[in-house]
């Protein structure tokens, strides 16, 4: 009997609280965003109007969150910069979910700053993604559920201009039916420094909406309670410029779900370099061995002979 109370009372708890990014942290400079539909104040954080979920990978509210208004502020940021994220309920309390990934795209807005820019043209590349933590069953969403905040570093290369920083979360606790995940997204309005030239190939570029399907495996998934299932992130891969590593285009990059450095960072791992190495070692060794019985065997047959040759001269 307890059992068939507790799945209805968790569910209910699931539906009841929602949320949205109350605050960003730029190098240690905090930015307070509104509470939806709440009083508006000077903001670099884009305004929404309600906590609830986004349904529907193809809803125009994946751009920005639903009903999203733009802020009155701009961030000043550098190439490099850590950023946190702070996501909160409608009344501040801690983030409700814990399951599912967090994502975190950029677009550049062009000579116009982005309080300014129609947000529906916006062409986004990817900067991180984050499943499960390194070696656990946890989702590195718990960290907000368990009050904390997340951070990504801006791309150390990221040429100078006017960008969107878009942060989202999919919570996929009702994901194994298809249209259960849920999205929540934010996005702050910078204005980036330095003196870099990195930025995205084209093919790295994507509509959001348009880079989604409720089909995608990242967000209908059956196996999303599963933690020895490897999870595919939706959308396209992080921009190559970011990882250092050669553009494959666009699409669904897979892993373990986890990244590596801060919970947000995407900095990829280097087993290959490892792997090489180990077989060049191998390779050494086998090409040795066949060197060192030449040598062995000649002493050996020699000594065989001197013997025989010994006997007969006794005989």
């Given amino acids: 009997m307890k059992t068939s109370l507790f799945v209805p ?37 884009r305004q929404i109007t309600t906590q609830d979920p986004i349904k529907g990978a193809t809803n125009v509210a994946v751009t920005c969150g639903t009903g999203s208004t733009a802020g009155s502020l701009i961030a000043d940021a550098n190439p490099g910069d850590k950023v946190s994220f702070d996501w909160r309920t409608a009344s501040l309390g801690t983030w409700p979910h814990n399951t599912g990934p967090m994502l975190t795209y950029m677009a550049n807005c062009g000579q116009t700053t982005c309080d300014k820019f129609d947000i529906s043209t916006a062409k986004w590349f990817k900067i991180d993604q984050v499943g499960r933590k ?29 960008y969107l920083l878009r942060h989202e979360i999919i919570a996929l606790h009702l994901a ?4 259960g995940a849920e999205f929540y997204e ?23 909406p348009g880079a989604y399907s409720d089909n995608d495996p990242g967000i209908f998934d059956p196996s999303v309670f599963d933690p020895s299932a490897k999870y595919v992130f939706p959308g396209p891969s992080v921009a190559s410029f970011v990882t250092g590593t050669p553009t494959s285009g ?9 990244g590596s450095g801060t919970p947000t ?21 086998a090409s040795a061995a066949p060197d060192a019985e030449a040598i062995v065997r000649p002493r050996h047959v020699s000594r065989v002979m ?3 040759a010994f006997e007969n001269s006794m005989h």
Avoid: M
């Fill in 265 to 285: 960072s995407s900095t990829p791992a280097k087993p290959s370099s490892t792997k090489a190495s180990s077989c060049k070692l191998k390779k050494r060794a």
């Fill in 134 to 162: 390194s070696g656990s069953s946890d989702w590195a969403q718990v960290d907000l559920f368990n009050g904390q905040t997340v951070s990504v570093n801006l791309p150390k290369t990221l040429a100078p201009g006017n």
């Fill in 250 to 258: 666009s699409g669904s990059s897979s892993g373990s779900g986890s």
């Fill in 186 to 208: 934010g996005c702050s309005q910078l204005r980036v420094g330095g003196n870099q030239s990195g930025a995205p190939a084209s093919s790295e570029l994507v509509s959001l």
């Fill in 176 to 179: 194994t039916s298809k249209g």
């Fill in 9 to 45: 009372l968790f569910a209910a708890a699931y539906v009841s609280a929602h949320g949205f990014l109350n605050q960003i942290t730029i190098n240690g400079k905090a930015f307070t965003g509104n509470v939806p539909s709440g009083k508006t104040n000077p903001s670099v954080i």
């Fill in 306 to 308: 001197r013997r025989l």
